[in-house]
């Protein structure tokens, strides 16, 4: 599965860069290396598209967050894992909220890392799901990572809020815990906490619902987890 797969990796520190594009290849990924943002731009332009942004936060010519914001806002829709040493919670949040589908902190297990990668790869090259789904007042696409709300702008989606979504449209009225979200959706289910699964819901909301503290679609199960109300 992974030899057709490219990988962009956007880390100027060289011997991580190393390491990261060595390990990633004996996966059998094709791998570019970039050190600096502008880099990552012409990259991301060039053939072949990625399947996978590994983007570090801090790099010489800018952010990593305002970079992927702005990719976002351009409705490039690549799956991207930050990769930093800043290992606040309000970074992960904002990882998050400018369209990371990941969030990997420095120094971290490159066996982690791989498997993370791997999940997400795989679910980005599946074949055969539905291409959308409406509900009510509200369609999401799922080929393009947008969910459209009447009478609202589109608001753009990550992978994984996608295929969060997806899944439990999938199981209506059905209650979803957290470690089995987290092995379905994400596709590994020991290295990150439920808090993963929690942050991502709580970014859906503000998307999908109308009142997202008084959510009606995607409700919490107290004790177990979450579940779709059409």
Not at 24 to 46: F, N, P
Not at 61 to 73: A, H, I
Not at 95 to 114: C, I, Q, R, T
Request: aromatic share 10%.
């Amino acid at each position: 599965m992974n030899e057709l797969a490219h990988v962009i990796v956007v880390e100027d520190e060289e011997d991580l860069a190393f390491l990261l594009r060595q390990n990633l290849e004996t996966q059998g990924y094709r791998v570019t290396t970039c050190g600096t943002l502008a880099a990552a731009r012409a990259a991301l332009e060039s053939p072949p598209s990625p399947a996978l942004l590994l983007l570090d936060v801090n790099l010489p010519d800018g952010s990593g967050f305002d970079f992927l914001g702005e990719q976002r806002r351009a409705q490039v829709w690549t799956p991207a894992v930050f990769l930093t040493a800043r290992s606040a919670q309000s970074d992960r949040l904002l990882g998050f909220a400018v369209g990371g589908d990941d969030y990997v902190v420095k120094p971290f297990s490159m066996a982690e890392l791989l498997a993370r990668v791997s999940a997400i790869v795989r679910r980005s090259q599946q074949q055969g799901r539905s291409l959308e789904a409406r509900f009510q007042t509200f369609w999401v696409d799922f080929e393009r990572y947008v969910l459209h709300r009447e009478g609202l702008e589109p608001a753009p989606l990550t992978y994984l809020e996608s295929e969060l979504l997806r899944y439990l449209i999938e199981r209506p009225g059905e209650p979803v815990d957290r470690n089995t979200l987290l092995n379905e959706v994400w596709g590994y289910d020991r290295f990150p906490t439920t808090r993963t699964v929690d942050t991502h819901v709580l970014n859906l909301r503000k998307k999908l619902e109308e009142d997202p503290k008084q959510p009606r679609h995607l409700v919490t199960v107290h004790g177990q987890g979450y579940k779709f109300v059409p």
